[in-house]
């Protein structure tokens, strides 16, 4: 019988970046590393990173969880789940994108705080027209992007530290500006 042995992870990321067509440099940039460390990643010239979050993002854009590298260490923190960032990937899924593909229709300084937001390590952005741009490329519907908005906003008056239930009337009169708003001027 023969013995399977498993692939190197810097063997592993050398294949994507061939069946991608994915040049070094935008992976280092889609990752956060330099040109140099990605080239010696491949070349086994240094060991494969054991640093949780380069793990994380290497596996986010690969589009594979992160424990398929052996060099990756389960985080003890609990990983929060928010349910705008699955919807983003689920829509990433919809419209039958790869993760390189959805990446690339960023600039390229915007692309690891994509990532990052893919990977969970970041909320989606608060800013409308950052929101809108992620929306827009993934064609959500306008409704669906604006709710997503309102429950981030939401989630920010929060934290800190507004009670969003006690001020409901105030809540409600500012979101329906904010519609208004973005009805007459963001959609002309």
């Given at each position: 019988?023969?013995?399977?042995?498993?692939?190197?992870?810097?063997?592993?990321?050398?294949?994507?970046?061939?069946?991608?067509?994915?040049?070094?440099?935008?992976?280092?940039?889609?990752?956060?590393?330099?040109?140099?460390?990605?080239?010696?990643?491949?070349?086994?010239?240094?060991?494969?990173?054991?640093?949780?979050t380069t793990i994380e993002r290497i596996a986010?854009?690969?589009?594979?969880?992160?424990?398929?590298?052996?060099?990756?260490?389960?985080?003890?923190?609990?990983?929060?789940?928010?349910?705008?960032?699955?919807?983003?990937?689920?829509y990433i899924k919809d419209n039958k994108l790869?993760?390189?593909?959805?990446?690339?229709?960023?600039?390229?300084?915007?692309?690891?705080?994509?990532?990052?937001?893919?990977?969970?390590?970041?909320?989606?952005?608060?800013?409308?027209?950052?929101?809108?741009?992620?929306?827009?490329?993934?064609?959500?519907?306008?409704?669906?992007?604006?709710?997503?908005?309102?429950?981030?906003?939401?989630?920010?008056?929060?934290?800190?530290?507004?009670?969003?239930?006690?001020?409901?009337?105030?809540?409600?009169?500012?979101?329906?500006?904010?519609?208004?708003?973005?009805?007459?001027?963001?959609?002309?």
């Open positions: 019988m023969k013995q399977i042995i498993p692939e190197k992870s810097s063997e592993k990321v050398a294949k994507f970046l061939k069946k991608n067509s994915l040049h070094k440099r935008d992976f280092a940039e889609m990752i956060g590393v330099t040109l140099s460390y990605v080239y010696n990643l491949i070349d086994e010239t240094v060991p494969f990173s054991t640093r949780g986010t854009v690969m589009d594979i969880a992160p424990e398929e590298f052996a060099e990756y260490r389960i985080p003890q923190e609990p990983i929060l789940i928010d349910e705008s960032v699955e919807t983003v990937k689920e790869s993760v390189v593909s959805f990446l690339k229709s960023f600039p390229r300084k915007k692309r690891i705080d994509i990532v990052d937001i893919l990977r969970g390590a970041l909320p989606v952005p608060i800013d409308y027209k950052e929101l809108k741009l992620i929306g827009k490329t993934l064609n959500m519907p306008e409704e669906e992007i604006y709710s997503m908005w309102e429950n981030r906003v939401k989630q920010v008056m929060e934290s800190a530290g507004m009670n969003i239930y006690a001020n409901s009337g105030l809540i409600t009169s500012m979101f329906e500006c904010a519609r208004k708003y973005l009805e007459t001027n963001l959609n002309k």
